[in-house]
């Protein structure tokens, strides 16, 4: 069983940045794809980004690349989102996800997820 705590939302302005962190229980971090999805009031839930064990791939999606990086570090069991150049489409509740599978297959693996950090996104 893996746990997952995101932390780091908030109201910011456009064009800000903002970091988000995501803590995973266990000693299995270092085996576990990551990945952050997120989800605007009336929308689906939505990919945002994923990372392999190692650190060494990630995929984002098309509306954050470029602004958004994501990264870990296995040493503290956590993963990172860094947010650039925020845009009030950013809006929304950003989760975490964990996954014992490849980066090709995380899109449909079985995932524990977190309980969600709100990043608000306004002037």
């Known amino acids: 069983q893996v746990q997952l705590v995101e932390s780091g939302g908030g109201l910011v302005q456009p064009g800000s940045s903002l970091r988000l962190s995501c803590t995973a229980s266990?000693?299995?971090?270092?085996?576990?794809?990551m990945g952050w999805f997120r989800q605007a009031p009336g929308k689906e839930r939505e990919f945002v980004c994923k990372?392999?064990?190692?650190?060494?791939?990630?995929y984002y999606a098309d509306s954050v690349k470029g602004r958004f990086t994501i990264s870990r570090d296995n040493a503290k069991n956590t993963v990172y989102l860094q947010m650039n150049s925020l845009k009030p489409e950013d809006t929304a509740v950003y989760y975490c996800?964990?996954?014992?599978?490849?980066?090709?297959?995380?899109?449909?693996?079985?995932?524990?997820w977190g309980q969600g950090t709100q990043v608000t996104v306004s002037s």
């Open positions: 996800a964990a996954s014992r599978t490849t980066l090709n297959a995380f899109a449909s693996a079985d995932k524990y």
């Open positions: 266990g000693r299995t971090f270092s085996t576990l794809a």
């Open positions: 990372i392999n064990w190692s650190g060494t791939g990630t």
